[in-house]
């Protein structure tokens, strides 16, 4: 009976140490061109094809922040204030799901950028809330949460 019990909790444990989202996360594939062109289709989609094209957008590997948590991704800004690349973290985004999520949340900051920049107001204050509600309203998120 013993042996019987073991093999249970040994099954079990692999069930859960192989669940979906683990083996999503081993064959789930980094593709800088893939997430350059939906930056593109999203930006054309829910944008009006209005956010710079010059932007590149990359998988990087970001640095936890100062209290030891995953940044997801984040827009650099070139010397005048622009947004000019969006990194997307390789760590933190290992499905489809979070890589489109963390790319809209991105897309509001260029979004956004200028007027907040213009305006002193938080980065994800009043304009970024408004865009990523305006996403919502528009069914952008529609099968990812």
Known sequence: MKT???IFVISALLAVFTSPILRAQRRYTHDDSALQRQYEIDNDA???GNLPRDIQVVWSDIPRDADGDYV???TDQDVLGNSSRIEIDTKSN???VTEQ???FHELCHVSTGPYVRAHGEDPHGPAFTACMHRLADERAFEGLW
């Open 4 to 6: 019987g019990f073991a």
């Open 46 to 48: 829910y944008f009006d």
């Open 72 to 74: 997801m991704a984040v």
């Open 94 to 96: 290992i499905t489809g």
């Open 101 to 103: 999520l963390s790319l």
